[in-house]
């Protein structure tokens, strides 16, 4: 990586205005990293200098607390995409195989899959509207559930208009774990190693590395050679979707809570067998619900938003109410889907 140059880390830099929530605190050291090489060039100075290192994709899926986050903050600009080649093999005289696709860490999943989906690879078309980077998605394994935004979108979306969504494409849940082929990692020893998908051991909301510490810095996905048509009409398909069944245009940080699973759904006897988080959030007479800026999304109850400036307690503190009334009211307990980052 030839020699390393001390890196300009910046003091004391307000983190709200990276994040989707538009709340958090200082990152005590920041710095803005636009190639691989200068996330691992600034990890392993962090690390030489005994400092804690988060790196910040698209602020998505994130509540920074009030007090900020200690160490060094990353931001990951990264952002190339690359086709790197093809294993092809012929059946009945058709090409059938995977074209594999890298991308940085810190690439925006949705640049990514526009890009996937004109080349004409399938794989990861259904997750256009995804918001975040690629090393978000891979941290979090993203999904796309229908029925999870089915149930997102009762009572947004109008009975005529119902068909239009629900009634045209069967779509099955994927993950994007699923195109997944390898990745390079930079271990928490400051080696780049290459890794295969089963390393992130990807399941529901999880994977290992929200564990084990290591950062990802480059993905490849194998992807399959699709029909372009079908491709984007699928890709359309998933953004009309989610935009019935999400609050548009709010700071918001996704979903709260996670779904149930089915099973979840049937043991716990949850009403109607419902596995959404934001129906029984809804069922407890919380939609709408107000702490100082902080608020329980008037149109769907699985989402927080800040009207204006609302603080990390303001909304840890709904949090924990939607919890408590969930649990004293329908005996379950929600699992948060938003990551808590910093000092609240």
């Not at 200068?38 to 910040?56: C, G, H, N």
């Not at 005289?93 to 995977?98: A, I, L, R």
């Not at 509207?129 to 993203?142: E, Q």
């Not at 699973?261 to 009403?271: D, G, H, K, N, Q």
Request: one cysteine or more; proline letters at 3%; glycine letters at 10%.
């Amino acid at each position: 990586m030839g020699k390393s140059h001390h890196m300009n880390f910046t003091k004391d830099v307000s983190l709200a205005p990276y994040t989707t929530f538009k709340i958090g605190g200082p990152a005590e050291f920041f710095y803005e990293a636009g190639t691989i090489e200068e996330i691992v060039e600034s990890v392993s100075q962090a690390r030489a200098l005994d400092l804690p290192v988060t790196l910040l994709g698209g602020g998505t899926n994130i509540l920074i607390g009030d007090k900020g986050i200690r160490g060094l903050v990353i931001k990951n600009n990264t952002g190339a995409i690359t086709i790197r080649g093809m294993k092809a093999s012929y059946r009945s005289g058709k090409k059938v195989g995977s074209v594999y696709v890298e991308a940085d860490s810190g690439v925006l999943f949705n640049k990514l899959v526009r890009f996937t989906v004109d080349e004409g690879l399938g794989g990861l078309e259904a997750h256009l509207g995804l918001p975040g980077t690629v090393g978000g998605a891979i941290y979090m394994n993203s999904k796309w559930t229908k029925a999870a935004s089915k149930d997102a979108a009762q009572g947004i979306v109008t009975q005529n208009n119902r068909r239009r969504y629900f009634g045209t494409l069967p779509m099955p849940t994927s993950y994007v774990g699923d195109a997944v082929y390898q990745a390079t990692i930079l271990t928490p020893q400051n080696e780049t190693k290459i890794v295969d998908r089963t390393f992130f051991r990807f399941a529901y909301d999880t994977s290992a590395i929200q564990k084990t510490g290591d950062i990802v810095l480059q993905v490849v996905f194998a992807l399959t050679p699709g029909e372009k048509d079908g491709l984007w009409k699928v890709a359309n398909h998933s953004i009309a979707y989610r935009r019935v069944s999400q609050p548009q245009g709010v700071k918001s940080s996704g979903c709260t809570f996670r779904n149930l699973s089915p099973a979840e759904a049937i043991s716990v006897s949850s009403p109607n067998q419902t596995t959404s988080a934001g129906f029984l959030v809804d069922h407890a007479g919380l939609k709408g619900l107000k702490i100082g800026d902080a608020q329980i999304s008037p149109v769907h109850a699985n989402f927080i938003v800040n009207n204006g400036h609302a603080s990390a307690r303001d909304v840890v503190e709904l949090i924990e109410l939607a919890r408590r009334k969930v649990k004293e009211q329908f005996g379950i307990e929600l699992v948060e889907e938003i990551v808590r980052v910093g000092e609240f």
